[in-house]
């Protein structure tokens, strides 16, 4: 939508204002609420539930369809050996410390994070710098939240060390961030008191299967492993060529050590994944000059490490031959997530791509970017987009023998020659005894040199060998034969690499209700969320001026049209203004509406309504809903509409 409202930035987000709506609207809500809730876990309501099936519609069509992907669905509980191999069990962990007087548990990063912002606002509160001052009811709070720390100057060398620790935070080992606390006296601060040192806490929610209570099990934290496993399958399927990609939209579980930043941090949510499999030795993407020219806004490595945040903004193919983005897949990978970002509404402005430090990467991965999106919690990873390497495949492989290997054919067979030893098998066993098997392993273990040796001095007449036990013995040509072959070698065989984009489909939701919200006056509860019609929940509402059965009739034409047309809609015939009814759906982001009175069921006109601007437009029936059905699938804009129709400027009934 091309429509930015006249007055939808003057007013600055108001939080409790957005939370009341999305709590009113039952976007979403604690999960167990009646039970008392249990942090971490929300329920969806309807609203919510139909934005994020249009999230994953719109995901599945931008990659899955787009890229010809290969969709999976794989179970959540997992055997535990496969979190054993993954590195899971050993790794997957984040550290805590504890409240030493409460026992209040939380995690040690968040707490050095939170702790230090705070301090910083605090000494732009007093320096003069605020953006806005601190509001009064805010204060009172911050009495009890000594995180979020009042007016207070720090030294300019604090200030600078303090933003150097943000830059980098993700850097920091457990003993590090303890090291944090003691030296900037870090404190719980919802009680002012020490906290422990950092200790690792596995984030993996422990299971059995069966009931035997033998065979320990996991919730998966993510999908990916699913996809690995089956991945013989998949290159099958594939008709065993390379590169290619699958993908899972799937539930994924953490047990977050402090989850408090409502959908942003939960213990149960939903993700979509992509393994992108490529050989190792070229890892170029045959579409990458489609998107060469996307600008992104990039916060590297180098610069973080310098302890600034400020973004570059660059093309990605400038990005990716600069050596800056590691790889045209990858660089190929971060263009596609912005420009899915953007088109479901995420606001640009607010969008960037920071790369992984050195500490925070996985140890096999070889570079690693994730799309962060700022909001009223900061910013905020959304997608991480990460080259995993060989690594997954290789320890999946090295664990169950099964091969997860790619098999090519080569145009031009490799020819090279080696030397082959042979052993006199019979004369062998009757020499060596049950020593055979050593010589004959001492033997297989030479490389080219050390046999080179031993063929010439069997040329000689004789050639002693020494085992790896230090045992000596003489091998003469009746026993063992060293000749010169030829080896012609038609199959590659490799473990390609994983590209992997990966996606918190919580996280984009929330982060895109925060940009889409804003409120049509300052002090009247008017809220609004300017969602894309791509992701709305309900694209048109239907209003007839009242539930008489006299516009029953064209209700019922209407939305069967639309309905046909593969256009959700919904009708509100409540017994309330036409003002409210639309004030309400504004709330829900429905982005048009249709307006049926009497001149309706008189000459068959219709009013259509948009969202941001509230401008009307009339015609006949069939005209209106033609338009709105362009509108809704994007073929026209609000603009557009405006030159087709004639602008409503009847009665005020919608207002
Ligand atoms: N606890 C969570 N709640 C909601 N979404 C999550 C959570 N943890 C991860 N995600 C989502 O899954 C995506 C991929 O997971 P990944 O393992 O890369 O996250 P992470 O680096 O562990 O996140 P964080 O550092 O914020 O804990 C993230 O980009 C995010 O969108």
Not at 39 to 53: I, N, T
Not at 91 to 111: Q, Y
Request: charge should be negative; charged fraction near 25%.
């Amino acid at each position: 939508m091309a429509n930015i409202p006249v007055n939808k930035t003057a007013h600055p987000f108001d939080k409790a204002r957005f939370e009341a709506l999305l709590n009113r609207r039952f976007f979403y809500a604690p999960a167990f609420e009646i039970y008392g809730g249990v942090a971490g876990l929300y329920d969806y309501g309807p609203p919510g539930s139909s934005l994020q099936s249009n999230i994953i519609a719109e995901w599945r069509k931008h990659f899955i369809v787009e890229e010809h992907m290969l969709e999976v669905d794989t179970t959540v509980m997992t055997p535990a050996p496969v979190f054993e191999t993954s590195g899971h069990v050993a790794r997957f962990a984040d550290w805590m410390v504890k409240d030493l007087k409460t026992g209040e548990v939380l995690r040690a990063d968040h707490l050095v994070k939170n702790v230090l912002e705070a301090r910083l606002a605090g000494d732009k509160e007093a320096r003069g710098l605020a953006a806005q001052p601190v509001k009064d009811d805010d204060k009172k709070k911050k009495k009890k939240d000594k995180a979020k720390a009042v007016a207070v100057k720090l030294a300019d060398e604090q200030v600078k060390e303090y933003e150097a620790i943000l830059a980098q935070l993700d850097n920091y080992s457990g003993p590090e961030l303890g090291e944090l606390c003691r030296k900037h006296a870090i404190t719980n601060p919802d009680s002012g008191n020490e906290v422990s040192e950092p200790q690792q806490f596995n984030l993996m929610f422990a299971s059995s299967i069966g009931p035997t209570g033998q065979h320990p099990g996991f919730l998966r934290p993510e999908t990916a492993q699913g996809h690995f496993l089956n991945f013989s399958r998949l290159l099958e399927f594939n008709n065993g060529r390379i590169p290619f990609a699958s993908a899972q939209i799937g539930r994924s579980f953490r047990n977050e050590i402090s989850p408090r930043a409502g959908l942003l941090r939960v213990r149960e949510f939903t993700m979509a994944e992509i393994e992108h499999y490529v050989d190792p030795e070229d890892k170029n993407h045959e579409r990458f000059a489609d998107v060469r020219e996307v600008e992104l806004d990039l916060l590297d490595r180098d610069t973080q490490s310098a302890g600034s945040t400020k973004v570059t903004r660059m093309k990605i193919g400038e990005a990716v031959d600069k050596g800056i983005v590691a790889n045209e897949t990858l660089g190929y990978f971060l263009a596609r997530i912005n420009q899915f970002l953007l088109k479901i509404g995420v606001d640009p402005a607010r969008l960037r791509f920071r790369q992984h430090m050195a500490n925070e990467m996985a140890h096999y991965a070889t570079d690693c970017w994730d799309a962060e999106i700022q909001n009223s919690y900061g910013w905020t990873e959304c997608v991480g987009c990460a080259d995993r390497a060989a690594y997954d495949l290789s320890v999946h492989t090295a664990k169950t023998g099964h091969p997860l290997v790619v098999r090519q054919a080569l145009k031009e067979p490799i020819v090279t020659e080696k030397l082959v030893a042979e052993f006199n098998k019979k004369n062998f066993g009757k020499t060596f005894g049950k020593d055979s098997a050593l010589i004959q392993k001492t033997v297989d273990s030479m490389d080219e040199a050390a046999l080179s040796k031993v063929q010439g001095e069997l040329a000689q007449g004789s050639a002693t060998i020494t085992s790896s036990d230090g045992k000596e013995f003489k091998l003469t040509p009746e026993l063992l034969t060293i000749e010169k072959k030829t080896f012609k070698q038609s199959i590659r065989e490799f473990t390609p690499n994983v590209i992997e984009p990966s996606f918190g489909l919580g996280r984009i939701l929330y982060v895109l209700l925060e940009h889409s919200f804003w409120s049509r006056e300052q002090d009247v509860e008017r809220g609004v969320l300017s969602l894309p019609a791509v992701v709305a929940p309900t694209k048109v509402l239907i209003v007839p001026l009242s539930a008489k059965t006299e516009f029953d009739p064209l209700v019922r034409e209407v939305s069967t049209k639309l309905r046909k047309a593969g256009v959700f809609s919904r009708v509100d015939d409540s017994n309330t203004s036409i003002g409210k009814r639309y004030a309400r759906n504004d709330e829900l982001g429905t982005p048009y509406g249709l307006t049926l009175d009497f001149a309706s069921v008189q000459n068959r006109t219709m009013t259509l309504r948009e969202r941001d601007t509230t401008g009307q437009l009339i015609g006949s029936i069939d005209a209106v809903i033609d338009t709105v059905i362009e509108l809704v699938n994007g073929t026209i804009d609000w603009a557009e509409a405006c030159r087709r129709l004639p602008a409503y400027d009847g009665v005020q009934a919608v207002e």
